[in-house]
Structures are given as C-alpha cells and as structure tokens.
C-alpha cells in the first residue's frame, strides 16, 4: 500500500523558514519522481517543486531562490526547506508522488506565513 506521511507545517511570520518533511512508503523510492504541491482555498493545486531524479528539479518562479527540495533515497523522505517565507505561500503543502506513471498523494500540511 503506497503511503506518504507530510509533517513540519506550522504557522510562521513573515521571513521566517519552515521545513516540510514527507516518507513514502509501499513505492521503489529510488526511482520514483517526488515532489511538493500547494493549495489555497478556491484555487486550483499547484506545483511548488519536484525532483524527477537527484540532477533534475524543477520549481515554481515564485519560491525559486527561496525554497529547496531534497530527498534522502536511504530514508525514503523528501523535503522542502522553505527560506523568506511570504503570506502568499500560506496553504495547504501536500506530497506528491509519481510511482509507475500514476500520482499519489499525502493528506497534507498546513503552512500559514502571517504578515
């Protein structure tokens, strides 16, 4: 059973850092594209980052220079440190995962950035 577990929301001021923390279990991690999605309420999902293998990421103009994705392959975690954090990155962070071509998801976390 394919599982991923967020955990490190919270709310933040303005400037401040959080970091995201999601395990994955139940896919080959390894190999497994991961990332981070983030959703406010009326708005549609939207990419903050991924990572398709350890050399390739992509982000979102608006966090580039700011937030950073990693994965450890031993812990089967993926993370997102989020550095300058501004009210409109408040919502809900959620992990994504694309084992076997099909996407997965974590139930989410709540990151609120308080001006």
């Known amino acids: 059973q394919v599982q991923l577990v967020e955990s490190g929301g919270g709310l933040v001021e303005a400037g401040g850092s959080l970091r995201l923390s999601c395990e994955a279990s139940g896919i080959r991690f390894r190999i497994t594209a991961m990332g981070w999605y983030r959703q406010t309420p009326g708005e549609e999902r939207e990419l903050v980052a991924k990572m398709i293998n350890g050399a390739n990421t992509r982000y979102a103009d608006s966090v580039k220079g700011r937030f950073t994705i990693s994965r450890d392959n031993y812990q089967n975690k993926v993370s997102l440190q989020m550095n300058n954090l501004q009210p409109e990155d408040t919502g809900v962070y959620y992990c994504?995962?694309?084992?076997?071509?099909?996407?997965?998801w974590g139930r989410g976390t709540q990151v609120t950035v308080s001006s």
């Open positions: 994504w995962g694309n084992p076997a071509q099909r996407d997965v």
